[in-house]
């Protein structure tokens, strides 16, 4: 299993607050990418980094901020929570070979907030 | 907006029956994957397609790629309450720097 930790697996907290996840890798992996998963939704991407201080957006960024400043490290904040963040949040990794058509990603556990 | 279509969304079927799960878009893939996760769990990579018209087993699953690199089908033969758990596919296009598109899932309950 590729190693990568999620940190809180679990956290409930208030509207208003700012929250930060932290995903930790141990693969030295290029990329990292935050999503954010919901029944009938399934998998959206929320940021992703393609390398220490690089980072872009995803498909659902509004409320949300990324940071890398390791490679084995990328924060997602909520700066304000708000209970439509509730949801369970999802780091991967990949390493892609251009060229190759590939792009394997590995997932970690998860963090399940809930914005109350 | 690109779309990966699954279906089914729910699948309950009887411990030895074979089912197949698809995956629909009108975008092409440099290359597919999917995925298996279980409650409480990340998803875990089961495969990856790259080459239009290609056939990959594991075991007892199945996996194809379209011959336009549009769709993509998993068949599993004589189902187990392991197979248990939701899947998932997702497509990667050129130029997307390794950003993919998920499909909303196939959620597979094999009952004893």
């Known amino acids: 299993d590729a190693g990568i930790t999620q940190s809180p697996r679990h956290k409930v907290t208030e509207t208003g607050t700012p929250v930060t996840l932290r995903c930790h890798q141990t693969?030295?992996?290029?990329?990292m990418y935050w999503y954010r998963q919901d029944p009938g939704h399934g998998l959206r991407l929320i940021h992703y980094?393609?390398?220490?201080?690089d980072t872009d957006k995803g498909e659902v960024s509004d409320g949300y901020s990324v940071s890398r400043s390791k490679t084995e490290d990328f924060l997602l904040t909520l700066e304000s929570a708000t209970s439509s963040q509730t949801s369970v949040y999802f780091c991967?990794?990949?390493?892609?070979?251009w060229g190759q058509g590939e792009d394997e990603q590995y997932f970690g556990p998860g963090t399940r907030l809930t914005v109350t | 907006t690109q779309l990966l279509e699954q279906s089914p969304q729910f699948l309950s079927i009887q411990e030895g029956e074979n089912l197949t799960v698809y995956c629909n878009s009108s975008?092409?893939?440099?290359?597919l994957q999917w995925y298996r996760q279980e409650p409480g769990e990340g998803p875990v990579l089961l495969v990856t397609?790259?080459?239009?018209?290609e056939v990959k087993k594991l075991k007892r699953l199945t996996f194809q790629f379209g011959d336009a690199r549009k769709d993509s089908s998993l068949h599993i033969t004589a189902a187990q309450p392991g197979d248990t758990g939701l899947y998932l596919c997702?497509?990667?296009?050129?130029?997307?720097?390794?950003?993919?598109?998920f499909g909303k899932g196939t959620k597979l309950s094999v009952k004893p």
């Open positions: 991967a990794i990949s390493d892609p070979f």
């Open positions: 693969e030295n992996h290029r990329y």
């Open positions: 980094s393609y390398g220490v201080k």
């Open positions: 975008s092409v893939f440099s290359s």
């Open positions: 397609v790259v080459t239009g018209g």
């Open positions: 997702a497509g990667e296009t050129r130029g997307s720097q390794g950003n993919l598109i």
